[in-house]
């Protein structure tokens, strides 16, 4: 009896029977195939023993003992068949030394044995199609390295520290072959582990190596080699990973790998999260483990206070806008009408490094909140400035094309370019709930007298006054403003009441910071367009931080000095400015002050008087010389 275990899905079994006679014993039943399940096959093998115990029971004591000699015989170590005597051989058939028992008896046997080798040939072509989608792949090597991570974080750190281990300081070491891509060699090693590190992974770290899977790696990628592409894709967004293994293949003089991409980026993923890992224990230890820490401390000018410094009119200045380059495409699989649910793979990992607003946080401030208490056109408070920019039409059913998921950033900055917070638009425009939620996080955490400058600044301060947010940023005294550059594009009541040129306490600040932000992080669309959620993250992430620490940050004395000597050539001028004045009979500045509030009063009348019509003279006037036009 044979016993075959098909590779499909089903657990069945085919059992044969068999056709060889013993002499003495009952005549064995023709061949047969089952198909047989495993509570079946246990009972079908119970019967088989039974079988064989009657048929132990019905043979003859020559034939039991003979039995016993064969299986004793075959069982010895030292047995060799070719030895054993009556052994039916070719050449002893060929010479007439033995005769060779030739029936028909065994074609029935041969033709079954055929058909089985033809039925399995058959079932291999006509596999039971896979369902499984493998999403949970990622989340499975995420769980994988997650389980060694406090090991691997430990490891890393010593390598950081102190380098390399010396032979036999952390336990018996462990031989493993694997690949070691540098940046300017690729090589087969043969590495001793030292395995008192903790794990595997915790191994390869100790050595200054970075694994491409949880457990066994085909590839590792040294630490320089992944620092390396790390700040050379900061400085250029436009590098991309694959770039970068392409050219490691060109300088390693090896054709390139269609899969070499995947590699370098699951280990890079690892390596990141083991710096992130890193910073935050520092930061714990030093009393930093707030994740508003590095908001209310990135920027020195804005945060740092003197002892006996005066109070300004704005204690801070912010500028804030969105962004719809950074969109990202949603993987969808195919549907009946139009794109389907989506298939993207499940991932959980986390990058917002303190940069990024919780979505849940967000969402307090959506639509079905702000229906109630947004502006409309039948309570007085029509904005002048409604046609003329498109982020003020629509806010609060704005919505953006389907196939994207992410459809932009709204980023907040302050007046020195420093990231304070950052929030992606989902599947929308500019709506109304990504500054409420930014206003709301600047009022937890810098207090009062905050000057927020928006190019939509004269919209968004009807709104913020109409919100739950109103009486606590009234009482702030937080102002909304517009910057100098979308200034000029506004209604011009809306110049004199928000433009940075107008407002008292603002000096030469422009308020335009995000955009020059903008025209640099452009160059990130093109590595997040199609990327993973976690990956855009860490993407944008990765670069505002990096622009903080190394431009930012290294520029600051550069521009506060900048900023200075553009004030002293202003105040150069000053005499010019008075001589203009005498010559037109202004005593003081305050006659400016007083002239741009009577041009204020009267817009605000021009305008309310705009929208009805008026029974005065003029207004007859007209009328008549409309008939009298219309009788000609």
Known sequence: MSIRRFKGRSR????????????????????????????KLAQYQDNRAIQRKETW???????RQNLLALQEMAAAPEFDASNAPDLLTVAGVLDGTHEAQISHAGGDHGGETLEDIIELTERA????????TRRDRTQKRNDAFAAQMPSMLKAYSAFRARGKPDEGDEGQPELYQVTVIDLFTEQSETLSLPLGCGGFSAALLRLGLVPSAPWTPTFVFTMATLDFYRVSHARCPQFSIYAFTKTLADLHG??????????FSI???LYLDLRRRTELQVLTHLGREDPAWRMKNCCPACSYRLEGEDELIFSMLVTMDGNDSLKRVLRRGPGDDGPGETNERWDDRDASDGYYLPRAQVDEWARRRLANILPSDDNGAENPCKERWKNMLNDVTAKMWGIFDETGLFLCLCRHGFALVMVDMLRSGELSKYPLAVVEHLLKHFGVDIGVGYDIGCHFCTTLDKSELGPKACEARLRCLVGSFHGHAHNRLCQVCFLALYVKGLGIEDLEGC?????????????????????????????FKHMDDYDVYASLATFLCSNYEQSLKILDDEPIVRQMMRDED??????????????????????KSSKKVEDTPETRYVACLVAESADL
């Open 515 to 543: 955009e020059r932000r903008f025209s640099r992080s452009n160059a990130l669309a093109g590595c997040s367009r199609r990327a993973s959620r976690f990956h855009r993250q860490q993407e944008i992430t990765g670069y």
């Open 12 to 39: 069945t079994w085919q059992v044969l029977g068999s056709t060889t006679g013993v002499d003495d014993c009952a005549p064995a039943p023709p061949v047969k195939k089952l198909r047989l399940g495993p509570m």
């Open 586 to 607: 202004v005593v003081d500045g305050e006659e400016f002050v007083q002239a741009l509030a009577d041009e204020t009063v009267y817009l605000q009348e021009l305008w």
């Open 57 to 63: 029971d019905v043979m003859s004591t020559t034939n």
């Open 254 to 263: 090896v054709p390139v790998r269609s899969t070499m991409h995947q590699h």
């Open 267 to 269: 280990a890079l993923d």
């Open 125 to 132: 072509r006509t596999r039971c199609k896979d369902t499984r």
